[in-house]
């Protein structure tokens, strides 16, 4: 019974990081054509939209049929509720992703980024894309000190969001109101998408040890 569990969590977690490596190429796209204001791009992002949900509900399934035909308990039950949790944590990701490509679309066929703060999404992008990835990695290797390392990425994600709003509140900004609301938003979509990519991590560490990383370095 151990071993069946332990092969449907496989295939659970592989889904689950199927649905990060979607998230991230689905930002890839998003980010390119909000930089080089590209239609086409940013209706892939949309049209794509679907495989997401229908991986979500794979995920679901695959989590409700461990529930039903191993009656999991402790440390197995561990794994199969924080398994729900990314669920929902990923397919957020994906609509982040969504988010960022309507709002190149709806500028079309101006850019939607003034010149000075292109340099800030593109690095944003570059982030984001990468924490998608290794939210991948650990969910299947089950590494928790990967896991907890997607916070480093987080960090620098933060700071680029904060430096973002300096630039945002200079007085020489000149750029009128509608594009401040729209690089506010744009600078959330990217800081909350690394956000959730990092309690993909964290996730990971607790069904790996039955710990959050500060109860583990507490303990440690």
């Known amino acids: 019974m151990r071993t069946a569990y332990q092969e449907q969590l496989q295939r659970l977690n592989t889904i689950l990081g199927d649905m990060c490596e979607l998230a991230g190429a689905a930002m890839s796209r998003a980010t390119e054509s909000l ?51 990314i669920v ?27 010149e000075e703060v292109r340099g800030y999404f ?19 290797s089950l590494d928790h000190e ?5 916070q480093e990425d987080d960090d620098a994600m933060d700071d680029l969001h904060r430096h973002l709003f300096t630039v945002l ?25 690394a956000d959730h990519a990092v309690m993909v991590g964290r996730r990971v560490f607790f069904q790996a040890t039955g710990k959050l990383p500060e109860q583990f370095e507490d303990a440690s």
Not at 56 to 69: I, K, M, N, P, R
């Open 35 to 85: 930089l080089q204001a590209d239609l086409a791009l940013a209706e892939e992002v949309i049209t794509d939209a679907d495989r997401m949900n229908s991986l979500s509900t794979q995920a679901e399934e695959q989590a409700f049929a461990v529930l039903a035909l191993q009656a999991p308990v402790a440390g197995d039950l561990r794994g199969v509720v924080s398994a729900f949790q």
């Open 88 to 114: 929902g944590d990923v397919d957020r990701m994906g609509a982040l992703a969504l988010h960022v490509a309507k709002v190149a679309r709806r500028r079309h066929p101006a850019a939607a980024l003034p």
């Open 122 to 140: 593109a690095e944003m992008g570059r982030l984001a894309i990468a924490l998608a990835h290794n939210a991948r990695e650990v969910l299947n």
């Open 146 to 150: 990967a896991a907890a390392r997607l």
């Open 169 to 193: 509140m200079d007085r020489e900004w000149e750029y009128g109101v509608a594009a401040a609301v729209d690089v506010t938003l744009l600078g959330r979509y990217y800081e909350r998408f």
